[in-house]
């Protein structure tokens, strides 16, 4: 099973088979499953074969790198084993002897019949295979590439152009073999990640001492060592060690990220500077990287809606050229001044041409590259509908807290009040706020960075914040409602909050007994590639919409930093939902950018959902159509960049398929083009659009220097 041709000949065969309930294709692993009554399966296994295939039992959780076997519809790129480059270098050299006695060889009947034998062996050693699977084809009614290159070889032979017949077979096999690799270059871009995680690590044992063991052996919760310079086996959290990891394999990400204990490590990521001791969080089979393969091949194996029109195109296409060929055969010598041999060559020249290899393939290879262009960036894109679909988002929707700012607060201002001693205020501040559990005081202790001295009788105060003695003085540190209860709040105090919180900030406060002594401003601050990524939007015409449930002022005061005009705040997730509704009325194709959980109404309803994944969220991947993996906001422009390009390149490569097609069947019918001119025509048009397509292997951000 090697292209969507063969896969629609499979489902044509099922579709009559009782008990078979659904079908997944993986074209990309050539897997098939079959989800079926038991009953089902033994009839289901032999209408495949009766359709031509070979299908064999892959193992659970087996890593198939998958041989073809028996395709054999519009496009086939399984060349048996002894079709290697060598029998086809000498098929083609006897293919030119073949031609060199038609040239100079005596006219004579001896040197004729050495010619046709010669010929004969070059079409034997170059189209053996091709004869094996035309004449199955043919048996089935199939007009597939096999059927029309059998018939017009043996043809042109029969007809006394042996010379050109046994050169057109070599030339066939050798271009349809560089094809293969080109197709097979793309279809295994994204398995490259598969050699990214070592098979073994070093694990720690029961008796402290450190053994070699295969990654896939290795139990969530075991200890691992990762030397500097070495990959890391399998996701886990670091429990010993500081270095930094060349992420870029999993979130795209170029620039190393430093780990520390507690920090998670991904499977597949790089150990640049120190060793790391880490607790491994995942299985071999459920890793970060592991789930990425998966969603890519699942990806590959979906049908986009450029794909799924030039199939149902190249189903009616062939047939009609075959009758064209057939008419040209019978018709030609009545309507023309031509021979009935004249006639017959016109038409096998036709049925060269009627091989709709480039257009097939044009639109399967341009969509993997794309699906791999963008993992390779840390951009999971589930299928190429949405890869197709992204170039039409005109607007698009930002949840704001993970996704417009970091999601976590960090403090942003310290003013001391009345008394202007800064050092020993921060001192007390961290003493407090280093004893609490709340994420604002936490934001405190870690934005201060300081040695907190000794709090004693520590008191939590539930909804304000919390109380203790530092250094034999009764300190509290808390919210304004506690300073108010307390009679400590003046008119310029007031006014003080009232200018913070209208920038959404949340406002601490650390006092004595009898005076506020310090003021501290939190907030969840923008990302700092979040204003970059809302200006590379507008560039490509994408208008940006914020949403928030925080308030309205909090909104429009992060939208204002991040570059957004249109702020939306006070929103429920049902809100939310509401508001993709209206965009999608005022703009058209919209988008839908969240964290995948308390988004997930407004994402299921845009027309692409992306989700910002944090390297790993299951939740996301489950949620959305396009998986963000390191979470920066610049992606989704880029994946927008990349479906625009994705669609001029289909267009470009259905273009060139059914262009010179389209020369070449003119040339067939009303000028003088050779059944060689045919082949090269036809497998020159298909060797163009793989390497159109594969030029999105290539593809980086335009006008950026990320």
């Known amino acids: 099973m090697d292209c969507s041709a063969e896969e629609s000949e499979i489902r044509r065969a099922l579709e009559k088979v009782p008990g078979v309930r659904s079908l997944g294709f993986q074209l990309g692993a050539r897997q098939l499953r079959i989800d079926a009554e038991a009953s089902a399966l033994a009839p289901a296994l032999e209408a495949i074969r009766r359709a031509g295939f070979d299908p064999q039992p892959v193992e659970a959780n087996a890593r198939v790198e998958g041989e073809p076997h028996g395709a054999d519809d519009e496009h086939d790129h399984d060349h048996a084993p002894d079709a290697g480059p060598a029998r086809l270098g000498l098929a083609l050299a006897v293919a030119v002897a073949a031609e060199v006695i038609s040239y100079f060889a005596p006219d004579s009947l001896a040197w004729k019949v050495a010619g046709m034998a010669i010929a004969g062996f070059a079409i034997w050693l170059a189209g053996l295979d091709v004869y094996r699977k035309g004449i199955a084809a043919l048996l089935r009614g199939k007009l597939n590439i096999n059927a029309l290159m059998s018939v017009a070889v043996t043809g042109a032979f029969l007809i006394g152009e042996w010379p050109e017949a046994a050169m057109v077979m070599a030339l066939y096999a050798i271009a349809e073999l560089i094809e293969a690799k080109a197709v097979d270059r793309a279809r295994s871009s994204i398995k490259g990640l598969l050699d990214m995680a070592p098979e073994k690590a070093l694990t720690r044992s029961p008796d402290g001492s450190w053994t070699e063991v295969a990654a896939e052996r290795i139990a969530i919760g075991a200890i691992i060592r990762v030397k500097p310079g070495e990959r890391v086996p399998l996701d886990a959290l670091v429990t010993k060690g500081e270095s930094a990891v060349n992420q870029a394999p999993i979130t795209g990400e170029s620039i190393p990220v430093d780990k520390a204990p507690g920090m998670p490590i991904f499977a597949g990521t790089v150990n640049q500077t120190a060793e790391l001791e880490a607790r491994v969080t995942a299985a071999a089979a459920d890793t970060t990287l592991a789930r990425i393969i998966h969603a890519v091949e699942e990806a590959q194996g979906t049908r986009a809606p450029t794909q799924r029109f030039v199939d149902r195109f190249a189903a009616f296409y062939t047939p009609a050229i075959f009758a064209i060929a057939v008419a040209t055969a019978f018709l030609l010598p009545w309507l023309a001044d031509a021979t009935w041999l004249e006639a017959l060559y016109k038409a096998l020249v036709l049925l060269v041409i009627a091989c709709p290899c480039a257009l097939v393939i044009s639109t399967p290879v341009t969509v993997v590259s794309g699906l791999s262009a963008a993992a390779r960036r840390g951009i999971l894109i589930k299928g190429g509908t949405f890869l197709e679909q992204a170039r039409l988002i005109k607007a698009v929707a930002l949840d704001k807290t ?91 105090l007031e006014a003080e909050l009232a200018r913070h919180e209208s920038q959404g900030r949340t406002v601490t406060l650390l006092s004595d007994a009898h005076h506020v002594l310090a003021l501290f401003a939190v907030a969840d601050v923008i990302k700092e590639s979040s204003k970059a990524a809302i200006a590379d939007l507008a560039k490509l015409g994408v208008t940006s919409v914020m949403l928030t449930g925080d308030n309205q002022a909090t909104a429009k005061t992060i939208a204002d930093q991040a570059g957004i005009s249109d702020a939306r705040g006070d929103l429920l997730p049902e809100a939310k939902l509401g508001v993709i509704q209206e965009l999608q009325k005022r703009y058209g194709s919209v988008g839908m950018t969240g964290d995948g959980i308390n988004d997930a109404p407004a994402l299921a309803q845009a027309d692409v959902g992306f989700a910002m994944g944090g390297a790993g969220t299951d ?88």
């Open 402 to 492: 993970g996704t417009i700012t970091e999601g976590k607060p960090k403090l942003v201002d310290f003013r001391a009040w009345g008394r202007a001693d800064e050092s020993r205020f921060r001192l007390l501040a961290a003493a407090l706020a280093s004893r609490s559990d709340h994420p604002v005081s936490k934001a405190i202790a870690t934005g201060l960075g300081l040695p907190a001295p000794e709090a004693s009788e520590f008191k939590a105060l539930p909804g304000r914040g919390v109380q203790a003695i530092v250094e034999g003085q009764a300190l509290w540190l808390g919210n304004h409602r506690l300073m108010h209860e307390r009679g400590l709040c003046d008119p310029e």
């Open 619 to 706: 939740a996301a991947m489950e949620a959305a159509d396009v998986v963000i993996m390191n979470d920066d906001l610049r992606r989704v422009a880029e994946t927008v960049q990349l479906s625009r390009k994705t669609r001029s390149v289909l267009v470009q490569n259905i273009s060139i398929a059914l262009g010179i097609k389209a020369v070449f069947l003119m040339l067939a019918i009303f000028g003088s083009a050779s059944m060689w001119m045919a082949v090269f025509a036809d497998m020159g048009a298909s060797l163009l659009v793989v390497a159109n397509g594969l030029r999105l292997l290539r593809h980086r951000p335009e006008d950026t220097g990320r």
